[in-house]
């Protein structure tokens, strides 16, 4: 079965401060690997992928990601953080194909607060 | 990209009450998928539903709790049967752009508050 791991619940660091969220899964093949973040009230938006090829992943809002087979983990970062950064983010696992059928599975989500 | 809408955007009912909740695409998708989110925690995958065919539920939903219509390639409804207090929640519909790899995205959200 498919799991995603986030261990850090909630996450507190100063404005201009590298970020770094923790991901790691637990999947016995290819990994389709996902994050997502949640403003307060709102829907949750995309922010990047790692489908293969290049193990760092750029996307939206200058975040990027790191895939490490060898720890199987997906770390989200950015730096520096701004105090528009601060919401919750969720890594998300698909599998085990990449299709229109395909599911998300969810890990618990990191809040992120960024102080200014 | 896919646009999802979701109507309505929140909702207060009674227990033992129903709760429709609707969901539209912009263009034509494969499949939707419904995810329940308490407050402050992780989305749950509650069902997929595919054109013309029956919901396929996970683990701890059902149908008869919560039965999801797909009449079309655009349209969903999840249905909230028999509301209880322990069912508020937000209840989004998601769905990707035809073929794989594609991004995952979400509606607006329902909010449900069950009394």
């Known amino acids: 079965a498919q799991s995603v791991d986030q261990p850090d619940a909630h996450v507190t660091l100063y404005e201009g401060a590298s970020l770094e969220l923790r991901c790691s899964y637990s999947?016995?093949?290819?990994?389709?690997l996902f994050w997502y973040v949640q403003y307060p009230g709102q829907s949750l938006q995309f922010l990047l992928k790692?489908?293969?090829?290049?193990?760092v992943v750029k996307g939206t809002k200058g975040f990027e990601a790191e895939f490490r087979k060898s720890n199987s983990s997906f770390n989200l970062k950015k730096s520096p953080a701004h105090w528009s950064d601060s919401a919750k983010y969720f890594c998300?696992?698909?599998?085990?194909?990449?299709?229109?059928?395909?599911?998300?599975?969810f890990g618990q989500g990191t809040s992120l607060s960024v102080v200014p | 990209s896919v646009l999802l809408y979701q109507k309505p955007n929140r909702d207060i009912c009674q227990s033992g009450t129903s709760l429709k909740i609707q969901c539209v695409a912009d263009?034509?998708?494969?499949?939707m998928f419904w995810y329940q989110q308490f407050q402050e925690q992780s989305l749950m995958l509650m069902a997929t539903?595919?054109?013309?065919?029956?919901?396929?539920?996970e683990s701890g939903f059902t149908k008869d709790k919560f039965p999801i219509s797909r009449p079309n390639l655009t349209f969903s409804t999840l249905t909230v049967n028999n509301a209880r207090p322990g069912d508020s929640s937000i209840y989004f519909c998601?769905?990707?752009?035809?073929?794989?790899?594609?991004?995952?995205?979400f509606g607006a959200g329902t909010r449900l508050s069950v009394l």
């Open positions: 998300a696992l698909e599998g085990p194909t990449s299709s229109s059928f395909s599911k998300l599975v």
């Open positions: 999947y016995s093949a290819a990994p389709y």
């Open positions: 790692y489908i293969t090829g290049d193990a």
């Open positions: 263009s034509q998708v494969v499949s």
């Open positions: 539903a595919n054109e013309g065919s029956e919901a396929t539920y």
């Open positions: 998601s769905s990707r752009e035809w073929g794989g790899w594609n991004t995952l995205y």
